[in-house]
């Protein structure tokens, strides 16, 4: 455990994580936490509770190290400016936002541009509406695979999905994979689909003839 405030300060400089060797008073002072952050964001795991509460410097550890903000304060999670930037440099550390931050449309299609599979993250809420869902398909076609139950046998949103990516027609539900109609769609635009739809549309002469044209 190191007390001495010069030799954490230069040691920290060097490598952030050696603030876990610092004694509490040192992780709690603003000048040492800061330069730690700014060598390694994950040292902030070290930090005491009340500069895991700061924004400065939960802002200076995500610049390096998005999923710093694991260890950032609840109150931290829930403050839309920090969590925006977190996510605009990783997508997935959507999951590490307050559940009120996680229901925001605009933090969650930021998520979105970052990473398609941030929106597993992303409320029940907003993935069972139709209105956002289709905001987010509209970047990441891959939204439809962690959209409920009931979008996924929407048909308007299946159409918008395989028509911006066929292969994630395989999320559809079951009815749309025995919808003719849609069926027929994503096989004129990647006959390879052929695999994710029902039996029933397998044996479908019309279909057939499609898939291997």
Same mark, same amino acid.
């Given at each position: 455990?190191?007390?001495?405030?010069?030799?954490?300060?230069?040691?920290?400089?060097?490598?952030?994580?050696?603030?876990?060797?610092?004694?509490? *008073?040192?992780? /709690?002072?603003?000048? !040492? $936490? +800061?330069? #730690? %952050?700014? =060598?390694?964001?994950?040292? &902030?795991?070290? @930090?005491?509770?009340?500069?895991?509460?700061?924004?400065?410097?939960?802002?200076?550890?995500?610049?390096?190290?998005?999923?710093?903000?694991?260890?950032?304060?609840? *109150?931290?999670? /829930?403050?839309?400016? !920090? $969590? +925006?930037? #977190? %996510?605009? =440099?990783?997508?997935?550390? &959507?999951?590490? @936002?307050?559940?009120?931050?996680?229901?925001?449309?605009?933090?969650?299609?930021?998520?979105?541009?970052?990473?398609?599979?941030?929106?597993?993250?992303?409320?029940?809420?907003?993935? /069972?509406?139709?209105?956002?869902? +289709?905001? #987010?398909?509209?970047?990441?076609?891959?939204? &439809?695979?962690? @959209?409920?139950?009931?979008?996924?046998?929407?048909?308007?949103?299946?159409?918008?999905?395989?028509?911006?990516?066929?292969?994630?027609?395989?999320?559809?539900?079951?009815?749309?994979?025995?919808?003719?109609?849609?069926?027929?769609? #994503?096989?004129?635009?990647?006959?390879?689909?052929?695999?994710?739809?029902?039996?029933?549309?397998?044996?479908?002469?019309?279909?057939?003839?499609?898939?291997?044209?």
């Amino acid at each position: 455990m190191f007390d001495n405030y010069e030799e954490i300060l230069k040691k920290v400089k060097q490598y952030g994580l050696f603030l876990e060797d610092a004694s509490f *008073e040192l992780r /709690n002072n603003y000048n !040492i $936490v +800061m330069e #730690a %952050v700014k =060598n390694h964001g994950l040292s &902030l795991r070290y @930090a005491s509770e009340k500069l895991k509460n700061n924004e400065d410097i939960v802002s200076e550890a995500i610049k390096s190290r998005p999923s710093a903000l694991f260890y950032a304060s609840d *109150e931290i999670k /829930n403050n839309k400016d !920090i $969590v +925006m930037k #977190a %996510v605009n =440099n990783d997508g997935l550390v &959507l999951e590490y @936002a307050s559940d009120n931050l996680k229901n925001d449309l605009d933090i969650v299609l930021e998520a979105v541009k970052n990473n398609g599979n941030s929106f597993k993250y992303a409320s029940f809420k907003i993935r /069972n509406n139709k209105k956002t869902i +289709m905001k #987010a398909i509209n970047i990441r076609s891959i939204c &439809l695979k962690y @959209a409920s139950d009931k979008i996924k046998n929407d048909k308007d949103v299946v159409i918008k999905t395989i028509r911006g990516c066929p292969y994630y027609f395989k999320y559809a539900s079951d009815n749309m994979k025995d919808n003719y109609e849609i069926v027929l769609e #994503a096989i004129k635009m990647d006959e390879s689909v052929i695999k994710y739809v029902s039996e029933n549309m397998k044996d479908n002469y019309e279909i057939i003839l499609e898939s291997v044209k």
